[in-house]
């Protein structure tokens, strides 16, 4: 298995311009997230999915946008990127919400926008 | 609405002591309680999760400790040594999507054992 994957690992972008956050897993989880985390901070969810089709916000939403199509992807979508979108980006997931069992995380994407 | 506090920015210890994280949560009383460990760098790795019902959970040094009525989580760290030296984030569910929940994570600790 391999677990979390998520692309690109770095990315540079400018004010405005869009662009997706790729995030996989091969572990049949319905349980997945997005997490963002600025220097110093913990994680703050951004928007999570309990399940293909089902989509909810998390702590921090505005900017971003999610589809859950299939059980292995949960892209991210940044609209119209702000220089407040720098930051590092983590997805994680859960065999299920309702059986709380451990959330695995990817190696996480490094985002800068200039 | 919901919050998590982790009170101790840093934590700097004695290599062979013992190291106590703080999580305290307001607003809310969460089903279990998770403890994530995670290195510069990377993403978060599950350490420990006890539910409500459970007042200690164990694994090899470490010891996780649930107040419901304080609403407060320990998580100690026994015999401690260099290579813990990490932060340590506590996470907990909370009402989200129908009866789903969401995880939100505490600020985490960054904890530092001198040799």
């Known amino acids: 298995n391999a677990g979390v994957t998520q692309t690109p690992k770095f990315q540079v972008l400018k004010t405005g311009q869009s662009m997706t956050l790729q995030c996989a897993q091969d572990?049949?989880?319905?349980?997945m997230s997005w997490y963002r985390q600025d220097p110093g901070m913990g994680l703050r969810l951004i928007h999570y999915?309990?399940?293909?089709?089902?989509?909810d916000q998390g702590e921090v939403p505005n900017g971003y946008n999610v589809s859950r199509s299939t059980t292995e992807d949960f892209p991210l979508r940044l609209l119209s990127a702000a220089p407040s979108q720098t930051s590092v980006y983590f997805c994680a997931s859960s065999y299920s919400i309702v059986d709380p069992r451990e959330q695995f995380f990817g190696p996480g994407t490094r985002l800068t926008v200039l | 609405s919901q919050k998590i506090e982790q009170n101790s920015e840093a934590l700097n210890i004695q290599e062979g002591k013992t190291a106590t994280l703080t999580c305290n949560y307001t607003n809310y009383s969460p089903a279990y309680l998770q403890w994530y460990r995670q290195d510069p760098g990377r993403g978060p790795v599950f350490l420990l999760l006890?539910?409500?019902?459970?007042k200690e959970k164990r694994k090899e040094r470490l010891k996780v400790t649930f107040d419901t009525t304080l609403k407060q989580s320990l998580f100690h760290i026994t015999a401690s040594q260099p290579a813990d030296s990490a932060t340590y984030l506590c996470?907990?569910?909370?009402?989200?999507?129908?009866?789903?929940?969401?995880?939100?994570f505490g600020s985490g600790t960054r904890l530092s054992i001198r040799p």
């Open positions: 572990m049949n989880h319905e349980y």
């Open positions: 006890i539910r409500e019902n459970e």
């Open positions: 999915s309990v399940g293909a089709g089902i989509t």
């Open positions: 996470a907990l569910p909370i009402p989200g999507y129908s009866s789903a929940s969401k995880i939100i």
